[in-house]
C-alpha cells in the first residue's frame, strides 16, 4: 500500500485558488465516495480548512502514479477548472513524505501560526466525515489515528502552544501570570471592540468567573452583557466599578483617559490592596500609564502585548524545531508498522500455502493408512502441521526481519523460492 | 555512612543539575528526573540520619555536621511539600544547589564532640532542635518566595517580559506560598522557642539567658509576627511584605550563626565553633 496526498494550502495557493477547492461537509461525503473506487484508490479523506484543502488516500504500490493522477484530476474536475490551471498551486506527497506532512498538518507545524490548536480537531472532523463516508479503510484508520498521537505528543512534550501570540489572547496569560487561576476573579471591559470582546470571551473559557461591562452607549453595554452573561455597569459609576474589577480591558475611542492614576488609586484603597491587572488596547490610551506606579497595579499598553508577542513567536520557532524531531521519529515508526501491517498478509499467504501442500499430501496418503479412529485422524493432522509450521518458522522469520529493515526485496524473493516447485 | 551520605549528596546535585535544566529550557521530562532524585535522596538521606541515630546513639542534631546534614534533610521535605501543594518547580533551581551545598558540607566536617549526658537524655532537647531546624526552612522558603515576588513583579512592572517572566510561578502563587511558609515557620519558632525555654527551666530554672542567640530569636519572632500581621491586614501585601521577608532572612541568619559569632549560653561543650545549639 502507498499513501498520496495532494493539496494546496496557504503558501502554495492565494485565498482564491483554496476557495475555489474547499469542501463543504456534503460535499466532502459525497467526493470522497466518487473518488475512492475500490481499485486505484482504496481509501480517501478530505481535509478541507480555510487553509488547506488536501486530499489523503491509500493506494496500491503499483498503481501509486495513477492514483496521484486520479486525485489531482478529481480536484481539476471539480469546478471545471482548465487543465493545468492548478498545476502551479498544487503539491504532492507520497509515502514517507505524504505521513510527515500529515504529521506536521495535525501538529499545526504547517499552520500560519505555527501551535494554534484548531487544526487538530478539524483533522478529527475530516476522518470523521472518511469514516461517515465509508472510505477510511484499514491504511488510513492507522495513519489518522497514529496523526492524533503525534499531535498530542507535539503538544505535551514542546511548548510550541505554551505562550500566546494573539492580543487578544495576551490578557489571559498576564492574567494568569498575575492571578494563577482567573477562577473567582472579575473581568471588567471597558469600551467594546472586536479585540476587547475576544479578549473577554478568551478570558471567560480560562475561567473567570464574572463579567461586568461599561460603555459609553448604554445599550451595547447591555447588548453584550446578554451575550456573554455578564453585567452592564454604568459608565458614569466607573470609578466605584473599577474597585470589583481584577482585570480592566479598555477599548474605547475616547481621545483621552478613561481611566487615570487618581481612580486606580482610590480603588486600589477599596480593593484593600489586591492586585489589579490594567490592559489597554486602544489608541490613543485610555488608561493613564502613570496608573502603572501604584503599587501593586499592572498596567499595559498595546506595544508592550506586541513585544511579549514577537517575543512568544520566536519561542514558539524554537519550539517548533524540536517538534520537527519528534514528527521525525514518528514518521519512521509509522513507516515500519506499515511495512508489517503490509508483510502481513505475504507472511500469512505464504504459511496457508505450506499447510494446504502438508494437507494434500495427507490427502493422498490417507487411504495407506487404513481405518483411523477420529482422535488418530487429528493426531496425524496436527502432526504435519507441527513439522511444517517449525520448519517454515525461520524462514518465516527472516521475512519479517527484512521487512522491518525495509528489504522487501529480499522477502519477496525468500517467498518466491517457495513457488519455484511447481 | 560516609558511602550512604555520599550517594545522598549524588542525588541531590543530579537533582539540582536537572531543576536548573529544566529552569532553562522548560523540560518536563527533565523536571521529572529531578523529583526521582529528590526522592531517591531524600529516603537515603532519611536512612541516613537514623542510622546515625542508632550508631551514635543520640538524637543526630548537635554538632554542626549533624545540624547541616539536618537542616538539609529539612529543606528536601519542605521543598517536596511545596512541590506536591504547589508546583513551583522554579524553586528547586535554588533550593537543590543549597541543599547539595549544605549536605557537602555536612561531609567535610569532622564530628563532632559526644553530647554531654544533659543533652542525650531528655526529650525535650531534640524537641526544641528539630522544631527551630524546620522553622529556620519555612523562613528559608519564605525567602526565596519573596526574592522571586520582587523578581516577578519588577519585570511586570517594567514590562520586560524576559526569561523569569516565562520562568517564574505566577505572582499570587509565590505570594501565598510566602505567607504559608511564614505561618508554618512562626508556629515552629514558638513551639521552638517554647520547648526551649521549658528545658532550660528544668534545667537551671533560668527561662533568659540574655544570650545573644535567644536575643536574634525573639526579635525574629517579632518581625515574621509584624509580617503576618501586616500580610492579614490589607496595606502590605505584595512588594512591601516580599522586602520583609528578605530582610527576616538575615535576622534568621544571625540567629542561626549568632552564638558561633557572639557567645553566650547557647554555647555547649569544648568546641565552640562546632556548637550551635
Excluded at chain 1, 77 to 86: D, K, V, Y
Excluded at chain 1, 107 to 136: F, I, K, N
Amino acid at each position: 500500500m502507498s499513501i498520496v496526498l495532494v493539496g494546496v494550502n496557504h503558501k502554495t495557493a492565494p485565498i482564491e485558488v483554496r476557495e475555489l477547492l474547499a469542501f463543504s461537509d456534503e460535499a466532502c461525503t459525497d467526493g470522497l465516495r466518487r473518488l475512492v473506487d475500490g481499485e486505484i484508490v482504496r481509501e480517501g479523506l478530505i481535509v478541507s480548512t480555510c487553509n488547506r484543502v488536501e486530499i489523503l488516500s491509500a493506494t496500491t504500490s503499483e498503481q501509486l502514479e495513477f492514483g496521484t493522477e486520479r486525485i489531482t484530476e478529481f480536484l481539476d474536475t471539480r469546478r471545471h477548472l482548465p487543465q493545468g490551471f492548478l498545476n502551479q498551486h498544487i503539491y504532492s506527497h507520497r509515502d514517507e513524505e505524504a505521513v510527515r506532512h500529515l504529521f506536521r498538518v495535525a501538529s499545526s507545524l504547517d499552520s500560519m501560526v505555527v501551535g494554534e490548536p484548531q487544526v487538530l480537531g478539524q483533522v478529527r472532523h475530516a476522518y470523521s466525515l472518511a469514516v461517515e463516508a465509508g472510505t477510511a479503510g484499514r491504511v488510513l484508520n492507522r495513519l489518522v489515528h497514529h496523526t492524533f498521537r503525534v499531535a498530542k505528543r507535539v503538544r505535551t512534550e514542546t511548548g510550541i502552544a505554551a505562550n500566546a501570540v494573539s492580543i487578544s489572547y495576551m490578557a489571559v496569560e498576564l492574567g494568569k501570570k498575575i492571578f494563577d487561576s482567573l477562577k473567582g476573579h472579575t473581568i471588567l471591559l471597558i469600551g467594546a471592540g472586536e479585540m476587547a470582546e475576544l479578549s473577554a470571551r478568551h478570558l471567560l473559557n480560562a475561567g473567570a468567573s464574572r463579567l461586568l461591562i461599561t460603555n459609553r452607549t448604554e445599550e451595547s453595554a447591555k447588548r453584550l452583557a446578554s451575550e456573554f452573561g455578564g453585567t452592564a455597569a454604568p459608565f458614569e459609576e466607573l470609578e466605584k466599578t473599577l474597585a470589583d474589577a481584577d482585570i480592566v480591558i479598555c477599548s474605547t475611542g475616547s481621545p483621552t483617559f478613561v481611566v487615570t492614576e487618581e481612580m486606580v488609586r482610590k480603588s486600589r484603597e477599596r480593593r484593600r490592596n489586591r492586585p489589579m491587572c490594567l490592559i489597554d488596547i486602544s489608541v490613543p490610551r485610555n488608561i493613564d500609564p502613570n496608573a502603572g506606579n501604584v503599587p501593586n497595579v499592572f498596567v499595559f499598553d498595546i506595544d508592550d502585548l506586541e513585544s511579549v508577542i514577537s517575543s512568544n513567536i520566536r519561542e514558539r520557532e524554537r519550539e517548533a524545531e524540536r517538534a520537527e524531531l519528534i514528527v521525525q521519529s514518528e514518521v519512521m515508526q509509522f513507516q515500519q508498522s506499515l511495512r508489517l501491517m503490509d508483510a502481513g498478509p505475504t507472511i500469512g499467504a505464504l504459511r496457508e500455502k505450506l499447510q494446504d501442500v502438508a494437507r494434500t499430501e495427507l490427502q493422498r496418503q490417507r487411504k495407506r493408512l487404513g481405518p483411523l479412529t477420529p482422535d488418530q485422524e487429528a493426531a496425524v493432522e496436527q502432526l504435519l502441521m507441527a513439522t511444517v509450521n517449525k520448519i517454515s518458522h525461520p524462514v518465516l522469520n527472516q521475512m519479517r526481519r527484512f521487512y522491518e529493515t525495509s528489504d522487501t526485496e529480499t522477502m519477496q524473493e525468500l517467498a518466491e523460492s517457495f513457488d519455484n516447485e511447481d | 555512612m560516609k558511602s550512604l551520605l555520599l550517594a545522598v549528596l549524588a542525588a541531590y546535585l543530579i537533582a539540582a543539575i536537572h531543576s536548573i535544566l529544566a529552569f532553562i529550557n522548560k523540560r518536563r521530562s527533565v523536571q521529572r528526573v529531578a523529583e526521582w532524585c529528590i526522592a531517591a535522596g531524600f529516603i537515603l538521606h532519611t536512612t541516613a540520619l537514623i542510622a546515625d541515630w542508632g550508631i551514635d546513639g543520640h538524637y543526630p542534631l548537635f554538632s554542626l555536621r549533624e545540624t547541616l546534614s539536618f537542616l538539609a534533610w529539612a529543606l528536601v521535605a519542605a521543598y517536596g511539600l511545596i512541590l506536591y501543594r504547589y508546583h513551583t518547580h522554579a524553586l528547586g533551581v535554588f533550593i537543590m544547589p543549597l541543599i547539595s551545598f549544605l549536605t557537602f558540607a555536612a561531609m567535610l566536617i569532622k564530628s563532632g564532640p559526644q553530647a554531654p549526658a544533659a543533652f542525650s537524655t531528655t526529650w525535650l532537647f531534640p524537641i526544641h532542635t528539630t522544631l527551630l531546624i524546620f522553622a529556620y526552612a519555612a523562613f528559608f522558603i519564605v525567602f526565596m518566595a519573596s526574592v522571586m515576588y520582587l523578581l516577578l513583579e519588577r519585570e511586570l512592572k517594567l514590562k520586560t517580559f524576559g526569561a523569569i517572566f516565562h520562568r517564574l510561578p505566577s505572582l499570587s502563587t509565590v505570594n501565598q506560598l510566602a505567607t504559608t511558609s511564614a505561618v508554618c515557620g512562626l508556629t515552629l519558632l514558638t513551639l521552638g522557642i517554647a520547648t526551649g525555654m521549658i528545658w532550660s527551666s528544668n534545667r537551671d530554672g533560668r527561662i533568659w539567658h540574655n544570650d545573644p542567640k535567644e536575643i536574634f530569636a525573639v526579635l525574629t519572632w517579632l518581625l515574621y509576627f509584624l509580617l503576618l500581621i501586616y500580610r492579614s491586614s490589607a496595606d502590605w501585601r505584595g512588594r512591601n511584605a516580599a522586602w520583609l521577608g528578605v530582610a527576616g532572612f538575615a535576622l534568621v541568619l544571625c540567629t542561626f550563626f549568632g552564638t558561633r559569632l557572639l557567645g553566650g549560653y547557647h554555647v555547649f561543650g569544648v568546641h565552640i565553633l562546632n556548637q550551635l545549639f
